[in-house]
Each structure stands twice: as C-alpha cells, then as structure tokens.
C-alpha cells in the first residue's frame, strides 16, 4: 500500500524540475535494467499486474519485463492493448520492451548474458 501514490509523487517531482523536457518523462520502473528491482522482483514483492498500474503515473510502461517464452500470443497481445488503452485514456505516451525468455517459465531467473541488464525472475503473465 502506498506505492502507487509513491511513485505519482516521484514523477510529480521530476516533472517540477524547470528544465526544457523531450521524451519519456517521469519515474520508470525496468526490472531488467536496475539491480534493486531485479531483487524486488525476485522477491515477488511486485508482478507484471503492478508495473501496469504504475504506469498510469510514471514514464514509461512496461519496461524490460521478462515474459515466459510459451505465453500464448492472445495472452501477450491482450497485454499490450492493456498499455495501449491506459495511453489513450491517460493521453500520454507509454511503451512495452517485453522480453520473451524461450526455455523460462513464470518463476524461473533469466539468464542474460548483457552487461547492461540485471537477472530477473521471470514475470507470470
């Protein structure tokens, strides 16, 4: 409880910075890209559901969230037009850098190989 007001807060701030802004703008949340929600993530303390509800006040969307490989198509296409609704209704622009993990069911740890990106539990969807 709490998080969500959290991150509305945060975003609010970094909107309030007097510069000149181009781009996403606001609080994003990559698990595959930040070692603390890496861990977060790994803890189950949030879930792919979460991210969603977070993007209707930060910057982003569902970023490098990793997908089991087997999800069925309609289940990653209903994913993504559950972004592309809260951009429409919210009129602002949101993204999905989903990573589909052939081999890795919901619970597994990626195993990338990028010096840019943190391991991860893998998200149910």
Same mark, same amino acid.
């Given at each position: $409880? ?21 781009? @996403?703008?606001?609080?994003?949340? $990559? $698990?595959?890209? /930040? ?5 977060r993530a790994n803890e189950?303390? @949030?879930?792919?559901? /979460?991210?969603?509800? @977070?993007?209707?006040? %930060?910057?982003?969307?569902? /970023? ?15 994913? @993504?037009? /559950? ?16 990573? $589909? ?16 990106? %943190? ?7």
């Open positions: $409880p709490g998080t969500l007001a959290l991150c509305a807060l945060v975003t609010s701030a970094l909107k309030a910075v007097p510069l000149t802004l181009c781009g @996403y703008t606001g609080l994003m949340l $990559p $698990p595959l890209e /930040d070692a603390g929600l890496a861990r189950g303390s @949030y879930g792919i559901q /979460d991210l969603l509800t @977070y993007s209707a006040v %930060c910057g982003i969307g569902l /970023d490098t969230v990793p997908i089991p490989g087997n999800v069925p198509e309609e289940k990653v296409a209903a994913l @993504y037009l /559950d972004v592309a609704a809260l951009a429409f209704r919210l009129r602002k622009p949101l993204s999905a850098r989903l990573f $589909p993990t052939p081999g890795k069911a919901a619970g597994d740890m990626t195993e990338l190989k990028n010096p840019h990106l %943190c391991n991860a539990q893998v998200f149910k969807v």
